[in-house]
T-cell receptor, first 116, second 111 residues
Framework: GAGVSQSPSNKVTEKGKDVELRCDPI?????LYWYRQSLGQGLEFLIY????????KSGLPSDRFSAERTGGSVSTLTIQRTQQEDSAVYLC??????????????FGEGSRLTVL | DAKTTQPNSMESNEEEPVHLPCNHS???????IHWYRQLPSQGPEYVIH???SNVNNRMASLAIAEDRKSSTLILHRATLRDAAVYYC????????????FGQGTELSVKP
């Protein structure tokens, strides 16, 4: 498909387990963003990639959260030792170039994480 | 980050125009004004953006005040499909395209 693809679409895990969420951006998009949205809340910025580097990690809520991007394409968000407050929809977006502030962000459908 | 203020909710009738306001009194000269919307159970989608001049596209129009301290998103004929949360966001060059979402305006459309 031509859009941003995220997997899994749904993930249920037990407290204390690690989870990995994957994002496939639109081909050729150099900028990639992770957000999360708790139930009934707005979007919370987590991290931004330009190519494979992350110039802005300011939104990561704790050191249990990490993300990487390889080959300037796929990104993985990892949450270690999950807690119940991590339950949310994790959204990924990409844009042609993050340096162009007129760049439209294209969002995926999100990965819904439930921590029991 | 420059902040925006929007009403929590608005109602509209189908096939009537809708004017969604946004205040951004602390906007800087290089901040762009973006609008996104989020339909239920979906990721946000781009609606429109502008800097100083009014903008039109197939989805909507953006009217920007002369002092840029406020803007209005205009949906010319609301449909039931336009029911969504609408976010007004400012972005600047030094943010790498990052958008900081507020709470937005929940628009409901009545048939």
């Amino acid at each position: 498909g031509a859009g941003v693809s995220q997997s899994p679409s749904n993930k249920v895990t037990e407290k204390g387990k690690d989870v990995e969420l994957r994002c496939d951006p639109i081909s050729g998009h150099t900028a990639l963003y992770w957000y999360r949205q708790s139930l009934g809340q707005g979007l919370e910025f987590l991290i931004y990639f330009q190519g494979n580097s992350a110039p802005d990690k300011s939104g990561l809520p704790s050191d249990r959260f990490s993300a990487e991007r390889t080959g300037g394409s796929v990104s993985t968000l990892t949450i270690q030792r999950t807690q119940q407050e991590d339950s949310a929809v994790y959204l990924c977006a990409s844009s042609i170039s993050g340096y162009r502030d007129t760049g439209e962000l294209f969002f995926g459908e999100g990965s819904r994480l439930t921590v029991l | 980050d420059a902040k925006t203020t929007q009403p929590n909710s608005m109602e509209s009738n189908e096939e009537e125009p809708v004017h969604l306001p946004c205040n951004h009194s602390t906007i800087s000269g290089t901040d762009y004004i973006h609008w996104y919307r989020q339909l239920p159970s979906q990721g946000p989608e781009y609606v429109i953006h502008g800097l100083t001049s009014n903008v039109n596209n197939r989805m909507a129009s953006l009217a920007i005040a002369e002092d840029r301290k406020s803007s209005t998103l205009i949906l010319h004929r609301a449909t039931l499909r336009d029911a969504a949360v609408y976010y007004c966001i400012l972005s600047s060059r030094n943010q790498g395209g990052k958008l900081i979402f507020g709470q937005g305006t929940e628009l409901s459309v009545k048939p």
